[in-house]
């Protein structure tokens, strides 16, 4: 399914189902051509979670470094090494990528970075419920600015952040109308 919706939009055709945010089957079908094969976005999928499997590691150890110091990696293995972050990466689908984008937000979060919302609007594009750290970035810059200009910015970044799931949220009314 999520292949599917990534042929979809890669050759600009209007996506037949909005049940699935686009991003993952995107990423699929790219590493599927890497991967080749019988079943390449099989395989993509497969080298997708391996990828983001190991980089998850390694922002989930940046991001408890922030929180914990010198013993996050330790926090970090005993997290990626769970059995059911394993049997996920047998699976291509969405979750392992969904908590690649979440773990390297929340490092760009608290390493202050404006590149958070980017990696908010990717995560979104990867699963609707990741909308929430667009969200939580943009309260924690309200809260955080220290003028009119900076609470304008962050506005601004979260719109814009907003934009993708916002139009394909948009695409999910028209095409309930037509149906």
């Not at 945010?21 to 019988?38: H, M, N, R, S, Y």
């Not at 408890?64 to 990626?80: D, M, N, P, Q, S």
């Not at 908010?120 to 600015?145: H, K, N, P, Q, W």
Request: net charge positive.
């Amino acid at each position: 399914c999520f292949v599917a919706i990534g042929r979809e939009i890669l050759s600009f055709q209007i996506p037949s189902d909005y049940k699935r945010v686009p991003l993952t089957g995107i990423l699929q079908i790219f590493f599927g051509k890497i991967a080749g094969g019988d079943c390449p976005e099989l395989r993509g999928g497969w080298l997708l979670n391996s990828i983001s499997h190991t980089l998850t590691l390694v922002f989930l150890w940046a991001a408890a470094r922030k929180l914990i110091g010198v013993h996050a990696i330790w926090f970090a293995v005993i997290a990626i090494i769970n059995p059911f972050g394993i049997q996920l990466l047998t699976e291509s689908i969405a979750e392992t990528p969904m908590l690649f984008f979440i773990w390297i937000t929340f490092y760009l979060i608290f390493i202050r970075s404006k590149w958070a919302y980017l990696m908010a609007s990717f995560a979104t594009m990867v699963r609707y419920e990741c909308a929430a750290l667009i969200a939580g970035m943009f309260v924690f810059d309200m809260i955080d600015a220290k003028s009119k200009k900076e609470r304008l910015m962050s506005f601004a970044y979260a719109a814009l952040a907003s934009i993708p799931l916002a139009l394909w949220m948009l695409g999910t009314i028209l095409s309930q109308n037509t149906g």
